[in-house]
């Protein structure tokens, strides 16, 4: 019996991920979007942490080539921007959201 390519195993997890997220975003009461988008902030908080660590690779002596070094700094660059980018686009979506709950003052 053949095992199943990593590459092939790997990206039906992907698109799962893909479906799931989906429908699990757009089940979302629009009360709880603020929470969630909250929550997603975070996540990409955490996932800036780790594309700073890759850019920052120096690689051990002996186990990576220059060429896997650089690599590894541009694809944790890349990361760190659009994270980046993704958390301010958050704070801009949350603010929004919760200006949309605040009492309109009218003159009267």
Known sequence: ???????????????LAI???????????????????????????????GALLAAA?????????AATVWISKGAGTVAAGLAAVNIFGGFLVTQRMLAMYKKKDRAK
Not at 57 to 65: D, I, L, P, R, S
């Open 1 to 15: 019996m053949e095992a199943v390519d990593p590459t092939v195993f790997r990206l039906a997890i992907f698109v």
């Open 19 to 49: 479906f799931v997220g989906y429908y699990v975003v757009w089940s979302v009461t629009p009360a709880l979007h603020t929470p969630l988008m909250a929550v997603t902030n975070a996540i990409s908080s955490v996932i800036i942490v």
């Open 57 to 65: 690779a120096h690689g051990v002596a002996g186990q990576a080539t």
